[in-house]
């Protein structure tokens, strides 16, 4: 019987830490939201992203003509009711091709910034908890790459591979895991010698568990934000790539291919040129907006 109640106390025990810490996460959120919508900028940002993302995710649907369709007698038709945007060199219409250069974009940010981010953050708390020489080698290597403009480094590796997306893909992570790096060391070195992470290597808790459990949760806000600040870098970098012909190839409807081949018309055919400019500026723009809501959201500072 007293065996019986002692578990059943220990039951109750967990249960109540468990709700609590539901509580706590739900608090957390909840005050991390209130302080976002406090931002007008950054829920315009939040916005603007939403309806870049359903664009992008349902383009086949919503693109007035075909974006590769090639109409030699439409050639620069101006703005108007049928091509609200007008038509390239080639009478392409150009709102659908910004359409679908929406997916291509918002791919180029996510997935290599979600690499470059997952590299960075294993090697970055594998450097800061391990320290000695592995953490010598991370952080050479990490200012090798930090030592060269990333646009440069990310033309080289394009030069070297050839140009393709997947290339691009290639290009960008090895350029954008080391700011990741030296963020999670320095979040690690601090982290570890804390009280919980002590206590769970005096019981014994395996290294990796530690990393896995007590580290890496404390490290999410600043990744979040490093994530949201990364993609509007990452869109930058594939128009920049593809803008000095190492990107994107034709006939994909690349924004900052689309600005390229434009430039040439800039002045007898203006919108070929301008409108895939200005949506590259709001996809940047929105990002920007999103990641510094979000950062002044999780900064403890900005909340006091």
């Known amino acids: 019987m007293a065996l019986k109640f002692k578990l059943q106390k220990k039951d109750s025990g967990m249960k109540k830490k468990k709700q609590a810490l539901k509580k706590a996460q739900e608090s957390f959120l909840q005050d991390l939201f209130r302080a ?3 931002n007008k900028l950054a829920v315009l940002g939040g916005v603007i992203v939403i309806l870049f993302l359903i664009m992008a995710i349902f383009a086949p649907f919503i693109v007035p003509h075909d974006p590769y369709a090639v109409e030699i007698d439409l050639q620069f038709y101006e703005p108007s009711s049928k091509y609200l945007i007008g038509t390239d060199m080639f009478g392409r219409d150009i709102l659908s091709r910004i359409i679908y250069g929406s997916r291509i974009s918002l791919i180029i940010g996510l997935i290599p910034t979600l690499i470059s981010m997952i590299v960075g953050t294993v090697l970055g708390m594998i450097a800061g908890y391990y320290g000695g020489k592995i953490d010598y080698f991370i952080m050479r290597l990490a200012d090798i790459v930090l030592a060269f403009p990333s646009l440069l480094l990310s033309m080289v590796v394009m030069y070297t591979l050839g140009a393709s997306l997947l290339n691009i893909f290639i290009a960008l992570s090895v350029v954008g895991w080391a700011r990741t790096a030296r963020v999670v060391r320095s979040q690690t070195l601090s982290l570890k010698e ?32 490093l994530f949201t600040l990364g993609i509007p870098e990452a869109i930058m970098s594939e128009a920049s790539l593809s803008f000095l012909g190492v ?16 430039k040439e018309f800039i002045f007898s055919a203006p919108w070929v040129a301008i409108t895939p400019g200005i ?25 006091q």
Not at 203 to 215: N, P, T
């Open 194 to 225: 804390k009280e919980f992470v002590e206590g769970a290597r005096a019981i014994g808790v395996s290294k990796q568990v530690i990393l896995l459990r007590h580290i890496f949760p404390n490290c999410v806000p600043s990744l979040l934000v």
């Open 247 to 262: 990107g994107a190839q034709p006939p994909t409807p690349s924004w900052g291919l689309m600005v390229y081949r434009g």
């Open 279 to 303: 949506a590259i500026l709001i996809i940047v723009l929105a990002f920007n907006f999103l990641g510094d809501g979000l950062r002044d959201a999780m900064d403890p500072y900005m909340k």
């Open 36 to 38: 976002f919508r406090k």
